[in-house]
Structure formats: C-alpha cells, structure tokens
C-alpha cells in the first residue's frame, strides 16, 4: 500500500492491515487476542501497540519487533484456529474468550456483545466453548464475562458502561426497555432502566446528532426532546451520558444521585418491558413482560 494511501487511514484500519501484513508473514501462528477481535470486527477502545500472534504446537515465539507471543490452549474441538481470508485467526468465540483471560473486562464484555449482535455466537454457545477452559488460567475472568455478556447490547459503550455499573456496585438495570405512558402509548426504547427507581440511563453517541443515519440533526434533536419530554411525564427520571462524561465518569455520581431521588418510587411493571437484566445467569437475560421489541 502507498504510504499516502496508509497514513490516510484511521487508526483502527492502519491497525487491522499492521494485524493482516504479521499474519501473512507468519503463516505457522495463529492471529490472537485484541488482533484477532480487530479482524473479527469486534475489538473497540484503544488501539493497541502490538500485534497478538499465537504460537501453535511446535512453534518457537516470534522474535519481530511489535509483536506480542501468546501460548494458546491445546486445540481441542471448539478451540481449533479459523482461516480467513488467507489468514489464521482464533475464532470468534475463542478470541473473546481469550481477551477475558488476557485483557479487560471491557474488552472482553464488548467483544462477546459484538459477537452476539452479529450473529457469530449466541450466549449459549460461549457458556459451552467456557466449560472447556476449566484449570486454565483467567478462568476467574471468564466466569465474569459469561455474568455479564448481553446480546441486547447495541454498542460498545453501552457494553463498557455495563461493565462500570457491575463493578461499581449498582443496582442491575434491565436493558433495551420499553416505556409505555400511563394510558399505555408507546413512548420509546430506553438503553437501561432501573425500575425500582423509575431512573433511565442512555448513552448519546456522536453519530446520532450527525447525518450518518440520513437525517438532519435539527431534526433529531427535536425528535429526542419531545421523546425525553414523554418519559418524564410518563414518570421516569434521565440520566444521559456523552463522550464528555463518560471519560471524567461523573456520569456515575449523576446516576447514584437520580437513583437515590427515585428510591421509593417505582415504575409501574405495566409501562415498562425489557430484554432482561443487565447481568445474572441465562434465564435473568432473557426478555421481561409481553410488551419488548427489539
């Protein structure tokens, strides 16, 4: 590639071809970790320095420069290495695993939701390739992930958020809610709900007030306000976090305030259903009163 035609690319995508060009000249190890979640499509957050390559039975550490070696459990049916597009990758569900064992929970959380919202695993699936990851290392993290994996989750920030509000020490939220006014008039779907509280949490992307999705942003900035305005009289109170708030993280001061003031004051359960809880077991996951939609 041109080096105009390189440096012109995000970082993200100069990342992925760096991932792409070490698989390539390396054909015997394995693309692993963060990489191998770049390549999948699943990886979000920062973009790494190193390239993860795997070393498969009988292979020495690769001694490059940028490279970061990771000894991979013996292959095994469900764990076996994918080739894609000339290149071997861990598979989807074996990289999210792998990112629980050998970097955050956020990464791992986001990893598993991207996976699930494309349709590459579903949770159940990841519950099976875990039972085979009994006496490894990590599998302390990997039980976490498997808490709070979701596929309702519809963004990486959403899964992070997620992620803070289980280690903080919050209440459970219910995900991808759907308010209803008193009177039973869909009024919109909410990112969480705290229903003890009658307390939404919604995260404002950058995108939603441009015009990547077709429409005019004055346009959606009116239709947010007349939507906000619905779920206030419908009885709820809002917390919503930006780009801004999300990184200092007063959003969590912003959201242990507005559920205190709603303590005693629940949402009625006919004005609200959900995807399930924001974390717990499989059955607390699944979706809560006759009225969600996704």
Known sequence: MPAEAYDGLKPWERYRLRCA??????????????????????????????????????SGPVGASGVRNRKLPGEAPGREPVLHRGLWLTSPIMTTIDLARWHSLVDAVGAADSGMRGKQFTLEDLEGAAGGYRGYRGRRHIEDLLTLAHPASESPRESAMRVLLWQNGFPVPHLQAVISSAAGRFIGRVDALFPQQSTILEYDGELKYSRAFGKDPEQTMREELERQKALLNAGTRMVRVT????????????????????????????????????????????????????
């Open 243 to 294: 780009a801004a708030t999300f990184r200092d993280q007063s959003w969590m001061e912003d959201l242990r305030r507005e559920l205190k003031r709603g303590e005693g004051n629940p949402l009625p359960e006919n004005q609200w259903s959900s995807a399930g809880l924001g974390w717990g077991t499989r059955i607390e996951k699944t979706p809560v009163g006759g009225a969600f939609r996704i």
């Open 21 to 58: 060009a070490y698989g390539y000249a390396y054909p015997r190890y394995v693309v692993a970790g963060r990489s191998a979640a770049a390549l999948w499509d699943m990886a979000s957050g920062s973009v790494p320095e190193e390239v993860e390559l795997g070393r498969r039975a009988g």
